[in-house]
């Protein structure tokens, strides 16, 4: 199964001004989160943030929080609990009266619009790994979203403790890819129009 951009978004969990300094290889997982969220504009797909107690963490990097469309602010560990999932959700349509009164092609037709501006594809990377991106990647998909984990923008403090949340979050259902993973399967053809910016991105 490949990622397709047009299911996408793209959820940055946590990359925090205080917190990134005791991060694993915590400049390599910024410099990847920050690659793919200007992919992910070269191809139209959503990216979203979240800030772990900003007070206390300060807000995320720059760069990064500037190619977000929005940042949740947050005290759970899990974006989750504080509202994620209704961002990553398209609204619903008024039904405009009873849909069931619709004659039963227009209530298809309905229902297909309504799948048509779903993306249910959550390409998810933060720190730290084991706790924030953890907990909120565990409860996207209880909510029955597809988890797709990049796993060299993800870190946290240590490497076991990384490495030990890649362990249980594949074990729970979620895709583990990489940057460039993600970028080649958006694209899926030299001729993409997007395809040398992406390269710019990636090399």
Not at 12 to 22: G, K
Not at 182 to 194: D, G, I, K, N, T
Request: net charge negative; aromatic share 6%; hydrophobic share 45%.
């Amino acid at each position: 199964m490949l990622l397709d951009a047009s299911e996408s978004q793209l959820v940055l969990v946590d990359y925090q001004e205080r917190l990134m300094p005791a991060i694993f290889e915590g400049q390599a997982a910024l410099a990847n989160a920050i690659k793919l969220a200007q992919i992910a504009r070269l191809v139209q797909v959503p990216v979203w943030g979240t800030e772990q107690n900003p007070s206390r963490l300060g807000p995320n990097d720059a760069a990064l929080r500037a190619l977000c469309r929005r940042t949740l602010s947050k005290m759970h560990f899990s974006a989750v609990e504080e509202g994620l999932g209704e961002w990553l959700r398209p609204p619903a349509k008024p039904q405009g009266g009873n849909a069931r009164s619709l004659p039963r092609h227009l209530q298809k037709a309905r229902e297909q619009e309504q799948q048509a501006d779903e993306r249910p594809a959550i390409v998810i990377a933060g720190c730290e790994a084991h706790v924030c991106l953890l907990q909120t990647a565990l409860d996207l998909l209880a909510d029955e979203f597809e988890v797709w984990v990049v796993t060299d923008a993800c870190s946290s403090r240590t490497e076991r403790n990384r490495d030990a949340a890649f362990d249980r979050l594949a074990g729970a259902g979620a895709e583990l890819v990489t940057t460039e993973m993600v970028a080649f399967e958006w694209l899926r053809s030299c001729e993409h129009p997007a395809f040398k910016d992406m390269l710019a991105y990636v090399k």
